[in-house]
């Protein structure tokens, strides 16, 4: 199993893969159902960047469809 989304090493594939999962588990609970899915985000809270730009992101949640 890799680590991230190419490899053992965090790349662009997971700054772009990251938005969209981490969306589609707050509406469809993706970690209940896929497994690999639910241990990859686990881990994006281990990179900065992700932490950073979930942060960011928080006041506008309330803007994101439903």
């Known amino acids: ?8 090493d ?3 594939a997971d700054c772009s893969a990251c ?12 970690r209940r159902t896929h497994r690999h899915a ?5 881990r994006l809270p281990a ?9 960011e992101a ?3 949640r309330h ?3 439903k």
């Open 63 to 65: 803007m994101f469809p």
């Open 19 to 30: 938005p969209a999962l981490c969306y589609v588990n707050l509406r469809a609970a993706v």
């Open 38 to 42: 639910s241990t990859y985000l686990d």
């Open 10 to 12: 965090f790349s662009m």
């Open 58 to 60: 928080e006041p506008y």
């Open 47 to 55: 990179a900065a960047v992700i932490c950073q730009s979930g942060q």
């Open 1 to 8: 199993m890799r680590t991230w989304a190419v490899g053992d």
